[in-house]
C-alpha cells in the first residue's frame, strides 16, 4: 500500500480535517480513489472479494468499504453482497465515467488524472483552460456530451449523450513546436490499433490521422498546441470516436460511419478509450525515445489505406495529384506526383483528398 493512501486514510477519519479536505475540493479525489480502487478490485477477482481484504488492501474502514459500494450501486453497478463471501460486481453500467475508465486503465502515466463530465462545451477547451491553471502532463479529460465540440477547420463536432466517446489527453512535450504534428500521428495510430483489436475491423489512417473503416470516417482527432517560437507549453490531443451512434447530420451522412454501424452491436465506449490511450502511451514511448516516428513508420504505413492510392493534393502554392508512398520519419506524406517528381507533404500546411472517394 502506498504512502499517499495511509495518508489519506488518517485525513478521513478527523471530521474537522475531512471538512477542511472538502472545502478544499480534495475530499472527493481521496473518496473516488477508494472507489475507484474497490471497483479494479472487484473487476479483476471476477469473483467474491471480502469485506475484510478490500479493508487491508485499501486500509480503510468497513464503514469506508460498504459507503463506496454503495456510491458504486448509485453509478450503476450492479452488486452483490453475500454474508461470509463479500462482494462480487453482477453488471456494469453504460459509463464512461472516471472509475469505469479507471478500473481498466492498464498504463503508466497518461490518464493516471481523469475528469470526466457528463456534459461539457468542449473536452479540448476545457483541457486548455486546466492546462492553463497547470494541470498535469497525462491528464485526460472525457466528456459523455459536447454541446460545442469542435472539429478541424471550424467544423462542428457531434456527440451526442451515451452515444459518442470524446475525450482530450494533456501534454506538455518538450519538443519544438514543429514536432508536435507527429504526436497527432502517434493518436492516430493508437485509435485505429484499439479499433483493429477490439473489434473484426479493417480500420486504417487517412493521413494524417483519420480513422477510416468501410471508406468512412470513424475517428477525428483535433490538436492544439500553446507555443512560442521554439517551445511548447502544451498540447490536447482531442479524440472523437463514432461509438454508437446510428444517425448522422445530414452534411456527414455520406462519409461518416461508427463502430456500431459497422459491428451491428452495442460497443463499450470505455474499452475503447481505455484501449487507445494504452497504444498511446506504448507508442508515444517509442517516439520520444526515436524524437521522430521513425520506430513507428513501419507500423504506420501499414495502417495508411492512402497508400498506393491516387491522392490530391491542395498545397497553396498550387494543387496537384498523385500517388501516395507512405510517411516518412517526420511523418511527411510521400507523394510521387503523376510528373514523377516526390513531394514531402506536411501535415497541418495542406489538405489531401482521394481522388476516387473519402479516402
Ligand atoms: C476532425 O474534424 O476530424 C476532428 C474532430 C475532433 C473531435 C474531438 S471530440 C473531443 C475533442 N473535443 C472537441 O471539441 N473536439 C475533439
Same mark, same amino acid.
Given at each position: 500500500m502506498s504512502g499517499v493512501r495511509l495518508i489519506c486514510q488518517r485525513l478521513l477519519y478527523g471530521a474537522e480535517k475531512r471538512e477542511a479536505l472538502s472545502s478544499a475540493g480534495i475530499l472527493c479525489k481521496v473518496t473516488d480513489m477508494y472507489k475507484n480502487e474497490i471497483l479494479r478490485m472487484l473487476r479483476s477477482s471476477g469473483t467474491y472479494v471480502s469485506g475484510q481484504d478490500l479493508c487491508r488492501e485499501l486500509g480503510i474502514s468497513r464503514t469506508a468499504v460498504w459507503k463506496n459500494i454503495r456510491q458504486l450501486e448509485e453509478d450503476g453497478y450492479e452488486i452483490e453482497a453475500s454474508a461470509g463471501k463479500g462482494y462480487r460486481i453482477t453488471g456494469f453500467p453504460d459509463t464512461i465515467a472516471e472509475e469505469e475508465v479507471a478500473s481498466i486503465l492498464q498504463t503508466e +502515466?497518461? $490518464?493516471?488524472k481523469i475528469r470526466y463530465f457528463s456534459?461539457? /462545451?468542449s473536452t479540448n477547451q476545457y483541457a486548455k483552460r486546466i492546462a492553463e491553471e497547470g494541470a498535469e502532463d497525462g491528464t485526460l479529460i472525457i466528456a459523455d456530451?459536447?454541446?460545442?465540440g469542435k472539429g478541424r477547420s471550424g467544423r462542428r463536432w457531434v456527440t451526442p449523450p451515451g452515444e459518442a466517446i470524446a475525450f482530450t489527453l494533456l501534454l506538455r512535450p518538450p #519538443?519544438?513546436? /514543429? +514536432?508536435?504534428s507527429m504526436v497527432t500521428l502517434v493518436m492516430g495510430m493508437a485509435a485505429a490499433k484499439a479499433v483493429r483489436s477490439l473489434y473484426d475491423l479493417p480500420a486504417g489512417i487517412k493521413w494524417p490521422n483519420d480513422v477510416v473503416t468501410g471508406g468512412r470516417k470513424l475517428c477525428g482527432i483535433l490538436t492544439e498546441m500553446s507555443a512560442e517560437v521554439e517551445k511548447v507549453h502544451y498540447i490536447v490531443i482531442g479524440v472523437g470516436i463514432n461509438a454508437n451512434i446510428c444517425e448522422f447530420p445530414e452534411e456527414i451522412r455520406q462519409i461518416a460511419t461508427s463502430l456500431k454501424l459497422e459491428t451491428g452491436q452495442d460497443v463499450n465506449r470505455a474499452q475503447v478509450i481505455a484501449r487507445t490511450m494504452e497504444y498511446f502511451e506504448r507508442y508515444y514511448t517509442v517516439f520520444e525515445k526515436d524524437g521522430d516516428l521513425s520506430g513507428l513508420m513501419e507500423e504506420y504505413n501499414a495502417l495508411l #489505406?492512402? +497508400? $498506393?492510392r491516387g491522392v490530391r493534393v491542395l498545397d497553396p502554392a498550387g494543387a496537384y495529384t498523385g500517388t501516395a508512398r507512405g510517411i516518412n520519419s517526420r511523418g511527411e506524406l510521400i507523394v510521387e506526383r503523376d510528373d514523377g517528381a516526390e513531394s514531402m507533404v506536411y501535415a497541418g500546411e495542406v489538405s489531401v483528398r482521394g481522388i476516387y472517394g473519402y479516402v
Amino acid at each position: 500500500m502506498s504512502g499517499v493512501r495511509l495518508i489519506c486514510q488518517r485525513l478521513l477519519y478527523g471530521a474537522e480535517k475531512r471538512e477542511a479536505l472538502s472545502s478544499a475540493g480534495i475530499l472527493c479525489k481521496v473518496t473516488d480513489m477508494y472507489k475507484n480502487e474497490i471497483l479494479r478490485m472487484l473487476r479483476s477477482s471476477g469473483t467474491y472479494v471480502s469485506g475484510q481484504d478490500l479493508c487491508r488492501e485499501l486500509g480503510i474502514s468497513r464503514t469506508a468499504v460498504w459507503k463506496n459500494i454503495r456510491q458504486l450501486e448509485e453509478d450503476g453497478y450492479e452488486i452483490e453482497a453475500s454474508a461470509g463471501k463479500g462482494y462480487r460486481i453482477t453488471g456494469f453500467p453504460d459509463t464512461i465515467a472516471e472509475e469505469e475508465v479507471a478500473s481498466i486503465l492498464q498504463t503508466e +502515466r497518461v $490518464g493516471k488524472k481523469i475528469r470526466y463530465f457528463s456534459r461539457i /462545451d468542449s473536452t479540448n477547451q476545457y483541457a486548455k483552460r486546466i492546462a492553463e491553471e497547470g494541470a498535469e502532463d497525462g491528464t485526460l479529460i472525457i466528456a459523455d456530451e459536447q454541446t460545442a465540440g469542435k472539429g478541424r477547420s471550424g467544423r462542428r463536432w457531434v456527440t451526442p449523450p451515451g452515444e459518442a466517446i470524446a475525450f482530450t489527453l494533456l501534454l506538455r512535450p518538450p #519538443l519544438s513546436p /514543429d +514536432r508536435i504534428s507527429m504526436v497527432t500521428l502517434v493518436m492516430g495510430m493508437a485509435a485505429a490499433k484499439a479499433v483493429r483489436s477490439l473489434y473484426d475491423l479493417p480500420a486504417g489512417i487517412k493521413w494524417p490521422n483519420d480513422v477510416v473503416t468501410g471508406g468512412r470516417k470513424l475517428c477525428g482527432i483535433l490538436t492544439e498546441m500553446s507555443a512560442e517560437v521554439e517551445k511548447v507549453h502544451y498540447i490536447v490531443i482531442g479524440v472523437g470516436i463514432n461509438a454508437n451512434i446510428c444517425e448522422f447530420p445530414e452534411e456527414i451522412r455520406q462519409i461518416a460511419t461508427s463502430l456500431k454501424l459497422e459491428t451491428g452491436q452495442d460497443v463499450n465506449r470505455a474499452q475503447v478509450i481505455a484501449r487507445t490511450m494504452e497504444y498511446f502511451e506504448r507508442y508515444y514511448t517509442v517516439f520520444e525515445k526515436d524524437g521522430d516516428l521513425s520506430g513507428l513508420m513501419e507500423e504506420y504505413n501499414a495502417l495508411l #489505406l492512402n +497508400r $498506393g492510392r491516387g491522392v490530391r493534393v491542395l498545397d497553396p502554392a498550387g494543387a496537384y495529384t498523385g500517388t501516395a508512398r507512405g510517411i516518412n520519419s517526420r511523418g511527411e506524406l510521400i507523394v510521387e506526383r503523376d510528373d514523377g517528381a516526390e513531394s514531402m507533404v506536411y501535415a497541418g500546411e495542406v489538405s489531401v483528398r482521394g481522388i476516387y472517394g473519402y479516402v
